[in-house]
């Protein structure tokens, strides 16, 4: 029997697929940071994806098991937003690969800069994120005055022999 493979496919942020992923990483989020959410708070929407943006969902077989998303901050700044691996899906990859995809299709889309944000008790995620080159920065943006953010950022150069066009 052949083992499926794992793709990632650019999705619309509405669809089905995206947004069962983000109600799966909102109710974890809740869980992590239960002082952040008043009970009954409202569910997180995801927005059309913008220009220079895309929105990435990762399969195992026909299984969606992460996500990502790219989404710009201006003209050479980009951010990574929704990053999510399913909890059985985890310690496979998925997370690298799909941060890796994103970091193309921000070369390809013209960006000098990428940024993320992600919580102070995400440990597996900072690692993640220091491992593949990001520096810890002072949040920024929507992230400036939120005590349990951690950000970060990475200059966008392409790969050795990859055409930077």
Known sequence: MTKPVLRTVAVDPRGHDAMMLLR???????????ELFAAGAQWPDNPPTPERGIYLVCYHGETPVGCGALRPIDATTAEIRRMFVTSNARRGGIA????????????AFGYKLIRLETGFRQASAMALYEKQGFKRIAPFGEYANDPVSVCYEKQVVPAPGQDSS
């Not at 799966?24 to 239960?34: F, G, I, K, S």
């Not at 799909?98 to 970091?103: A, K, N, Q, R, S």
């Open 96 to 107: 690298k690969a799909i941060l890796v995809e994103l970091e193309k299709r921000a070369l």
């Open 24 to 34: 799966e990483a909102a109710v974890e989020a809740r869980a992590l940071y239960p």
